[in-house]
């Protein structure tokens, strides 16, 4: 069973996956659904799942979703098109505070606040490329570093997807659906999102989650995960040759006890 919001991604599963007919099921719906798409199918447990998150290069790369600053499109960044916000509603509509703090938070761009100052002077904004080059204005680009506009860019898609949240609320789901000895894989491209799933890991693959300095324990909680690996499995060399934008890709495995 295959999950995702964009129609275009399930389109192309679909084509990829007609060899194997009736074995392959896709939906278009959230991960956060987890639980209830495999309840509707009857099935008890499931040995595997993969959580690949974030945006795909297929999105990146086209054009008209909005997500790429290097390209003229709507201020979209929506995996569902149908979708109720956008990022043209948070760029034009938030007030100046939460608009930086959002490029803070989920962008961890030092200079949010100019850039939210910058943004509140030209709004209203409607396109990628002139929310970049408001960003540019104010942080300049530097050779060999990333693009100005990377981290905000980043911010508003993490915010008009509720990326963070979506993790957080799928992760028990995906753990309460495996069997014992199944797998969890989850794929990360970034720190804000490969540190929750690290911090879940974590904590379920513990017996007592009680402060350190409790002498008795009082939780009562029982690990249910057991992590194949406490570090994440990066891409080798050769991967990122081959495929430049694995090059911050996070695996991290653990296994149903």
């Known amino acids: 069973m295959g999950l995702d919001l964009d ?6 599963a679909q084509k990829r996956l007609a060899p194997f007919g009736e074995r392959v099921i896709l939906r278009q719906a ?6 209830e798409q495999i309840a509707t199918l009857g ?6 799942i993969v959580l690949d998150l974030g945006v795909s290069s297929m999105q990146l790369d086209t054009a008209q979703r909005g997500f790429s600053f290097r390209e003229e499109a709507p201020l979209d960044m929506r995996f569902d098109p149908q979708g109720y916000i956008s990022a043209a509603d948070l760029v034009n509509g938030l007030p100046e505070t939460e608009l930086a703090d959002l490029i803070y938070r989920y962008g961890e761009e030092p200079r949010a606040r100019p850039i939210a100052r910058a943004i509140m002077k030209r709004r209203p904004l409607h396109t990628t490329l002139e ?4 960003i540019t204005r104010v942080v300049k680009p530097v050779r060999g570093k990333i693009h100005p506009a990377t981290r905000t860019f980043q911010a508003l898609r993490i915010a008009v997807n509720d990326e963070l949240g979506s993790i957080e609320t799928v992760l028990p789901q995906a753990v309460g ?3 014992p000895g199944g797998r969890l894989a989850v794929i990360s ?10 911090t ?3 904590r379920e693959s513990q017996d007592c989650v009680c402060p350190p300095k409790q002498p008795i324990c009082t939780c009562g909680h029982k690990a249910s995960l057991r992590e194949i690996s406490r570090k994440p499995i990066r891409p080798e060399e050769s991967e990122t040759i081959n ?8 695996l991290r495995i653990a296994e149903k006890c």
Do not use: C, M
């Not at 099935?43 to 595997?48: I, K, S």
């Not at 929310?131 to 408001?134: G, I, M, R």
């Not at 491209?189 to 690290?198: A, T, Y």
């Open 7 to 12: 129609p275009q991604a399930l389109a192309l």
């Open 30 to 35: 959230s991960y956060t659904t987890l639980a």
């Open 43 to 48: 099935w008890p447990a499931v040995d595997g």
């Open 131 to 134: 929310l970049a080059e408001v």
């Open 177 to 179: 659906a495996l069997a």
């Open 189 to 198: 491209f970034h720190s804000l999102e490969d540190r929750i799933v690290k």
């Open 200 to 202: 879940y890991f974590r």
């Open 243 to 250: 495929n430049p934008r694995a090059r911050s890709a996070r």
